[in-house]
């Protein structure tokens, strides 16, 4: 039996982008910071003249992914983290935008075959979602995690694949 898992430690080689929605910048902003701040930590060139990431901003989580398949389509980058927060109103527009997003983003991790870490907050208060985005936690460390991991894993597949 093989077991095969990603590693944190080495960033070296990796390539990753983050999309960001602009819509509730106060708590997506404070994600990207998490994100950048673990990719740091862990290795990953996060300046301004990295070639090793790239962060396009869109206007809101509805957005995500369009702007996340066309940076997979560019077969550039390892992973992608997606960054939004969607926060319920009174409306139905909430769950409309939850469904479509999701699903978007899903898709295009399926299509590409490139890990997209969903960091798509989507919360009940803007309390909550800022509790979520530093308050208490920043769940932006978390997603960049994810995405080291998941750039470690696939590379590992890919070996285990060529050498099965």
Known sequence: MATIEGRFTDASGIRIAIVVARFNDLVTNKLLSGCLDCLSRHGLDTSEESSQLDIAWVPGSFELSVATQALARTRKYQVIVTLGAVIRGDTPHFDVVV???????????????????????????????????????????????????????????DEATLTS
Request: no cysteine; proline share 2%; charged share 15%.
């Open 99 to 157: 469904s479509e997003t999701s699903k978007g983003i899903a898709s295009v991790s399926r299509e590409t075959g490139i890990p997209v870490i969903f960091g798509v907050l989507t919360t009940d208060s803007m309390q909550q979602a800022l509790e979520r985005a530093g308050i208490k936690s920043n769940l932006g460390w978390n997603y960049g995690l994810h995405a080291l991991e998941m750039a470690s894993l696939m590379g590992k597949l």
